[in-house]
Each structure stands twice: as structure tokens, then as C-alpha cells.
């Protein structure tokens, strides 16, 4: 018989095809077009990135599961007093029916020292003895930038001075805050200067890192017991690796605005809650220091910047009423923080006291009633 004509090998025709498939691939991704390339490392990147910080967000979830969970509020007496609200009832019910535990006060410059060189504690001198009578603890906003509009609260001589005339007055004034209440016992922590690098927002006429950093200092000077927290913005990318470094870092969320400049409608922003926990986590990574929630959105973001009491209650929960409330808390925790305060508390109690609706007012309750279960069960 003659010879079998030679016949090619499926195997070895096996063994090359997933190279020159790969050969194929590899010249479809890569031998195109230079915007080709880009939008690939692109894609890549961002890939990397969402992974990298999904990761990273899991990890510090993971970190802080077992910690207990704290639900705080901020209280600003002015301000219930807008919505015609009694302010030592409104603090009195945020604190005993509420039964929250934690309470950030502000000392605005503008109120304590009204007229030059004299200082009048009378309003936090009654908030602090109202904490203390129902065991909560303060978390006390020094400086010139503190919560709600216009942000900066320098009192009207301040004014017209330049800066080498009105930065020693501040410290001056907000030592004097600092020595009144460094030795209450109701006295947590201290806020400095609300999201002070917070250009878009307020009016405020100087962001000097250094002026940051020397009231960082002199606070630690006058009273090195008590932790000083420093706030930052919530949306922005970022690491914290500037001056000062605090002993713990804030951050605000608000989820649902009103898009006045482009859309003129309600935008939510599409962040994950892992985001924070990413922002939390690489914080931590870098400084060794953990995050809070500060301000997380529990209020109307009112369209045309209309006052909430003059925007009617059926607008007002298009951006927040007791179902977002809900979502909203359950994003919180969410985020792997386990301080939580809620923004806006005075309004839950206006909504419940002048329009007889209390839903939002116990979506709350409930909330700090559960938490309060949880952390007895971590306990055991």
C-alpha cells in the first residue's frame, strides 16, 4: 500500500487558534485609530478606578459594621425661631421625644460678641444645660464659617475692617468660646469652620489654609481633651492630605437639589453609597483617620431659592418627605459611617407643630428607636 498522504493535525491547528483569535482581538483594540487608543486607556482607567474604589469602600463598610450607630442633628435656635417655632421646646422635643443623643450647637461670632469686645453666651449657655439635662452630647461649631446661610457669620463692625484687623478679633472671640465650654461636661467634640473650602457656596470673603491652620492649632492649645472635627464638601473627589489634619473628618450629602442654572428642576446626584464609604475608606487609608456624616439632607432643597415656609408643603416633599426620609436614612448607613447626623430638624418639628403632619417626625423616631435596639444587641 502507498503512503498516507500527510493530513493536517486538529490538534496542532487547536493549539495555534487561541493565539491568533488573541492576535485578532489585540489588532481590533489597539492597531486603530489614535481616538480609538485613547477611549481604551480611558475605559481601562476607569475601570480601575470603580474597581479600586468599590474596594476600597467594601473594606472600610466591612471595618466599621460592628460600631455602634449614632444619630445626631444639628440645632440652630435662629433658625427655629423663623419658622415660628418655640426654640427651647423645638431642642427640648429634638432631644427628649426624639430621644437623640447628639446635637451640634453654633456659636455664632456675630451673636456672642453683637458689639465689640463684649461677649454674651446667654443662648449657649442654655442649649448646653439642655443637653445636659437630657444626656446628650455636643458637638460644638466654632469658628467663622458654620452652618446655614450666609455660612460666614462675622458680626457687622467686622465688616469693613481688613483681615489683619478682623483675624485677631476672631481669635479672640472664638478663644473665649472655646474656654467657656472646654470643661462642660455635655462638651464632645469641636467642628471647625463648616466645609470651609467651600468657595461656590455662602458669603465668605477669605479661604486661607493658613488662617485654618493656626485656628487648628490654638484650639488644640486652649483644650487638648476634646477631639476637633473638620468638615469638607461631599461631592468632590479628593484625598485630605492638606494642613490641618484633624482628629476626625466630616462630610456633608445632600442627594436631591433644585437645578436652578440649567435645568430648573429637581436633580438627583447618581452616587452610589459605596462613593462615601470610598471617600471614608481612602481618608483613613491616607491620614489614619475615620469620617462622620455631618450634615446628611433631611430638609426641602427648595426650587428658586424660596424660603420653606413660603413654599407650599406639596413642593416641599417633592425633595423630602417621610418615604425619601426613609431611603435617605437607609443611604446613610449605607455609606459604612456610623455617625449620622440628620440636617433639618427643625423643620421635621415645624411640619409636626404648624401643619399637623408628624410623619417625617417619626420616620425619625423610629430610626434612632432601631438604632438604639442594634447597638444594645452589639453590646451583648
Not at 225 to 232: D, E, K, M
Request: charged residues 25%; proline residues 5%; aromatic residues 14%.
Amino acid at each position: 500500500m502507498g503512503k498516507k498522504p500527510n493530513r493536517p493535525s486538529r490538534f496542532k491547528n487547536n493549539k495555534k487558534q487561541p493565539k491568533t483569535n488573541r492576535l485578532v482581538v489585540w489588532n481590533f483594540l489597539w492597531k486603530r485609530s489614535l481616538w480609538h487608543r485613547i477611549l481604551i486607556v480611558f475605559f481601562a482607567i476607569s475601570i480601575l478606578f470603580t474597581g479600586t474604589g468599590y474596594g476600597i469602600g467594601q473594606w472600610y463598610i466591612n471595618k466599621h459594621k460592628s460600631e455602634p450607630l449614632v444619630f445626631g442633628t444639628t440645632f440652630i435656635s435662629n433658625y427655629a425661631e423663623s419658622f415660628g417655632l418655640d426654640p427651647k421646646q423645638t431642642m427640648a422635643a429634638i432631644l427628649g421625644d426624639l430621644e437623640i443623643k447628639r446635637i451640634r450647637l453654633v456659636s455664632y461670632w456675630k451673636e456672642i460678641e453683637a458689639s465689640q469686645g463684649t461677649y454674651d453666651f446667654t443662648e449657649l449657655d442654655w442649649q448646653f444645660a439642655m443637653a445636659s439635662t437630657y444626656g446628650a452630647k455636643v458637638s460644638l461649631a466654632v469658628g467663622l464659617r458654620q452652618p446655614r446661610w450666609p455660612e460666614c457669620h462675622e458680626p457687622k463692625w467686622a465688616l469693613a475692617m481688613e483681615k489683619k484687623e478682623w483675624q485677631p478679633r476672631l481669635y479672640d472671640y472664638m478663644g473665649a468660646v472655646v474656654n467657656r465650654y472646654k470643661s462642660h461636661p455635655a462638651l464632645a467634640e469641636y467642628q471647625l469652620e463648616n466645609e470651609f473650602f467651600m468657595t461656590v457656596f455662602g458669603e465668605c470673603r477669605d479661604f486661607d489654609r493658613n488662617r485654618l491652620v493656626e485656628e487648628f492649632k490654638m484650639v488644640k492649645r486652649l483644650d487638648s481633651n476634646h477631639p476637633v472635627a473638620i468638615s469638607r464638601s461631599n461631592n468632590w473627589i479628593g484625598l485630605p492630605v492638606g494642613k490641618p489634619t484633624p482628629d476626625v473628618f466630616g462630610i456633608s450629602v445632600y442627594k436631591r437639589v433644585w437645578d436652578k442654572n440649567i435645568t430648573k428642576r429637581y436633580f438627583e446626584y447618581p452616587l452610589p453609597a459605596w462613593f462615601y464609604a470610598m471617600l471614608a475608606g481612602g481618608g483613613e487609608i491616607v491620614t489614619g483617620k475615620s469620617m462622620f456624616l455631618h450634615e446628611l439632607q433631611a430638609e426641602p432643597w427648595t426650587p428658586r431659592d424660596l424660603y420653606i415656609t413660603n413654599t407650599p408643603v406639596e413642593e416641599q416633599f417633592k425633595s423630602m418627605n417621610s418615604e425619601r426620609m426613609k431611603t435617605r436614612i437607609e443611604y446613610g448607613k449605607a455609606t459604612g459611617m456610623r455617625t449620622l447626623d440628620l440636617w433639618g430638624a427643625e423643620w421635621w418639628y415645624w411640619l409636626k407643630q404648624k401643619k399637623g403632619d408628624s410623619s417625617v417626625w417619626d420616620v425619625v423616631a423610629q430610626e434612632v428607636n432601631k438604632a438604639k435596639l442594634s447597638n444594645q444587641a452589639l453590646q451583648k
